[in-house]
């Protein structure tokens, strides 16, 4: 069976470091791209970027290029989101989801599994 | 960069309802790049479409997509009780993005 397990809700005061987690398990981890979504508290989703854990390649959204840093551990099977000084407009829920199909985008792609999610508050 | 609009914002309908619902791009998508999830609240989304037209797997064949260049649809042919959640659309062209979601509420 497919997962992906997320770390635990924090909470944070602005201007902290945090690192989230995402752990896979069922497949095999380094052959599918992961991506991380942002729903801000009542918003919508919203494409932040993904990490091919086969090599750390990673692509971001122009909105979020530079605010957060993706990194992975394939020898845990692990995907990371990290953020070096928190806002209080980075509170939200992030979701990591992995591709439908091997390759980066195109013809059937689509986020097949998902975490269930981990919210990070950043609050003085 | 691609925008997806969706519409309408809210739908209220009863159980046993048709729903249609709407996604159109800012510039043409191929069909094979375009997705729909629900999400129920409280819950992770869930994949329902891809390829604009095909089911994921353990979706109820009430739910269906077409579409093609602009223009989108989700079309749920009798309303559950658990249909009553949010609906996005999503295109996977070089800069994936996410519609703004459709409400489906209970009238």
């Known amino acids: 069976e497919v997962q992906l397990v997320q770390s635990g809700a924090d909470v944070k005061k602005p201007g902290e470091s945090l690192k989230i987690s995402c752990k896979g398990s069922g497949y095999s981890f380094t052959d599918y791209w992961i991506g991380w979504v942002r729903q801000m508290p009542g918003k919508g989703l919203e494409w932040m970027g993904i990490?091919?854990?086969?090599?750390?390649?990673?692509k971001y959204s122009p909105s979020f290029q530079g605010q957060v840093t993706m990194s992975v551990d394939k020898s845990i099977s692990t995907a990371y989101l990290q953020w070096s000084s928190l806002k209080a407009s980075d509170t939200a829920m992030y979701y990591c989801?992995?591709?439908?199909?091997?390759?980066?985008?195109?013809?059937?792609?689509?986020?097949?599994?998902w975490g269930q999610g981990t919210l990070v508050t950043v609050s003085s | 960069e691609i925008v997806l609009t969706q519409s309408p914002g809210t739908l209220s309908l009863s159980p046993g309802d048709r729903a249609t619902l709407s996604c159109r791009a800012s510039?043409?998508?191929?069909?094979?790049?375009l997705a729909w999830y629900q999400q129920r609240p409280g819950q992770a989304p869930r994949l329902l479409i891809y390829?604009?037209?095909s089911r994921a797997t353990g979706v109820p064949d009430r739910f269906s997509g077409s579409g093609s260049g602009t223009d989108f649809t989700l079309t749920i042919s009798r309303l559950e009780p658990e249909d009553f959640a949010v609906y996005y659309c999503?295109?996977?062209?070089?800069?994936?993005?996410f519609g703004q979601g459709t409400k489906l509420e209970i009238k």
């Open positions: 510039q043409s998508v191929s069909s094979s790049y």
């Open positions: 999503q295109q996977f062209d070089n800069s994936p993005s």
């Open positions: 990490i091919y854990p086969g090599d750390a390649d990673t």
């Open positions: 390829f604009a037209s």
């Open positions: 989801a992995k591709h439908r199909r091997r390759g980066l985008y195109g013809s059937g792609q689509a986020f097949d599994y």
